[in-house]
T-cell receptor, first 111, second 113 residues
Framework: GENVEQHPSTLSVQEGDSAVIKCTYS??????FPWYKQELGKRPQLIID?????GEKKDQRIAVTLNKTAKHFSLHITETQPEDSAVYFCAASMTGNQFYFGTGTSLTVIP | GAVVSQHPSWVICKSGTSVKIECRSL??????MFWYRQFPKQSLMLMAT?????????EQGVEKDKFLINHASLTLSTLTVTSAHPEDSSFYIC?????????FGPGTRLTVT
């Protein structure tokens, strides 16, 4: 089956700096890569996603890049704010019927 | 759109009892729903994939007789934790798939005393 690895497990940045979280996947058949943000005790919320026919996608301060050849994708958050502090999960899916999650990155933005 | 609800949000039960958790897609039909378990500060662990009208597909290591899943309709899946024990205490989250997206319920915190 698919194996998704995520790094780093924890990340601290100063407010205003950028944060980058990286994920790799093993199955080249995966074609959909969402990113979720989970605040303590709450449900994961989809923040951005990318499909395998696209190399990069941006939504305001958040961007995701995908390298299909290397089988890795990354989340980029620019101009970080304290409210960006949360746990972020990457995931990979082939058909939308099965999702494989990374182990999560706990992001702390220091004011 | 794509709202998923979960009930109850928190349940405390005594060891040996059974607990049922409901997952509903409120504004869309979901042929596939997922059940996850999450321990504090850890990732989501997929327990099973619930398919409407058929048996659930359990992940390796998940006891199907302990975690009973029923996907009775296109908007409802239930997870029953049978004969719960303290080690079953956890945060259980369901999700429903729509198109390629996956939408999560708010989660159910189960505490077994």
């Amino acid at each position: 089956g698919e194996n998704v690895e995520q790094h780093p497990s924890t990340l601290s940045v100063q407010e205003g700096d950028s944060a980058v979280i990286k994920c790799t996947y093993s199955d080249s058949a995966s074609n959909y890569f969402p990113w979720y943000k989970q605040e303590l005790g709450k449900r994961p919320q989809l923040i951005i996603d990318i499909r395998s026919n696209v190399g990069e996608k941006k939504d305001q301060r958040i961007a995701v890049t995908l390298n299909k050849t290397a089988k890795h994708f990354s989340l980029h958050i620019t101009e970080t704010q304290p409210e960006d502090s949360a746990v972020y999960f990457c995931a990979a899916s082939m058909t939308g019927n099965q999702f494989y999650f990374g182990t999560g990155t706990s992001l702390t933005v220091i004011p | 759109g794509a709202v998923v609800s979960q009930h109850p949000s928190w349940v405390i039960c005594k060891s040996g009892t059974s607990v049922k958790i409901e997952c509903r897609s409120l504004d869309f039909q979901a042929t596939t729903m997922f059940w996850y378990r999450q321990f504090p500060k850890q990732s989501l662990m997929l327990m099973a994939t619930s398919n409407e009208g058929s048996k659930a597909t359990y992940e390796q290591g998940v006891e199907k007789d302990k975690f009973l899943i029923n996907h009775a309709s296109l908007t409802l899946s239930t997870l029953t934790v049978t004969s719960a024990h303290p080690e079953d205490s956890s945060f259980y989250i369901c999700s429903a798939s729509r198109d390629l997206g996956q939408y999560f319920g708010p989660g159910t915190r189960l505490t077994v005393t």
